[in-house]
């Protein structure tokens, strides 16, 4: 977007042609699509194993709003976002990795056991199934591994590229 204090010559208008490419659009819209996934996967997995996430519900929760503001600015063409989205598609997808792999002690399949006590969700009631957990987990990590590609794609786009060309140029080159 351009700055309302940005002065623009008289009978010129700002283009950013690389926005009117179909495949910026659709790298826009497919990474948008994948950060509200992976919120609402992440916000899944933090409600419906709330007993057991060890005092990491607030830090789910606050991923997960921070993937949802990205996604509103993301289909705003804000590109600055687009290193923070791999930076934390790439934490997030390490934190999957080793809850999937039990390599802090213990993973979501463990927990099948009959010895360990039952998953309780955010309103009390019976949580998620450890299998099912361990599923979400899984594809949280898959949707991570695909936001850090599509983020790092869009960034090379250049959606921020812009031109100030004459007013009846941008008409005809919009149209054309």
Same mark, same amino acid.
């Given at each position: 977007?351009?700055?309302?204090?940005?002065?623009?010559?008289?009978?010129? *208008?700002?283009?950013?042609?690389?926005?009117?490419?179909?495949?910026?659009?659709?790298?826009?819209?497919?990474?948008?699509?994948?950060? *509200?996934?992976?919120?609402?996967?992440?916000?899944?997995?933090?409600?419906?194993?709330?007993?057991?996430?060890?005092?990491?519900?607030?830090?789910?929760?606050?991923?997960?709003?921070?993937?949802?503001?990205?996604?509103?600015?993301?289909?705003?063409?804000?590109?600055?976002?687009?290193?923070?989205?791999?930076?934390?598609?790439?934490?997030?997808?390490?934190?999957?990795?080793?809850?999937?792999?039990?390599?802090?002690? *213990?993973?979501?399949?463990?927990?099948?056991?009959?010895?360990?006590?039952?998953?309780?969700?955010?309103?009390?009631?019976?949580?998620?199934?450890?299998?099912?957990?361990?599923?979400?987990?899984?594809?949280?990590?898959?949707?991570?591994?695909?936001?850090?590609?599509?983020?790092?794609?869009?960034?090379?786009?250049?959606?921020?590229?812009?031109?100030?060309?004459?007013?009846?140029?941008?008409?005809?080159?919009?149209?054309?």
């Amino acid at each position: 977007m351009v700055s309302q204090s940005r002065p623009v010559k008289p009978g010129h *208008v700002v283009t950013y042609p690389n926005r009117e490419r179909r495949s910026s659009r659709a790298t826009r819209t497919a990474l948008a699509a994948v950060l *509200v996934c992976s919120a609402m996967l992440m916000l899944l997995v933090t409600v419906g194993g709330w007993s057991k996430l060890d005092g990491l519900e607030a830090v789910n929760l606050i991923w997960c709003v921070v993937y949802l503001v990205m996604a509103f600015f993301v289909m705003r063409w804000a590109r600055e976002l687009l290193p923070i989205a791999v930076a934390l598609g790439a934490l997030m997808f390490v934190f999957t990795l080793i809850a999937e792999t039990a390599a802090a002690g *213990v993973s979501w399949s463990d927990r099948s056991a009959p010895y360990y006590a039952p998953v309780h969700s955010l309103f009390g009631g019976a949580g998620l199934s450890p299998s099912t957990l361990d599923a979400l987990t899984l594809v949280i990590a898959i949707t991570q591994a695909l936001l850090v590609a599509a983020a790092a794609f869009a960034y090379r786009q250049a959606w921020n590229i812009e031109y100030e060309v004459p007013d009846g140029s941008a008409r005809s080159a919009v149209t054309a």
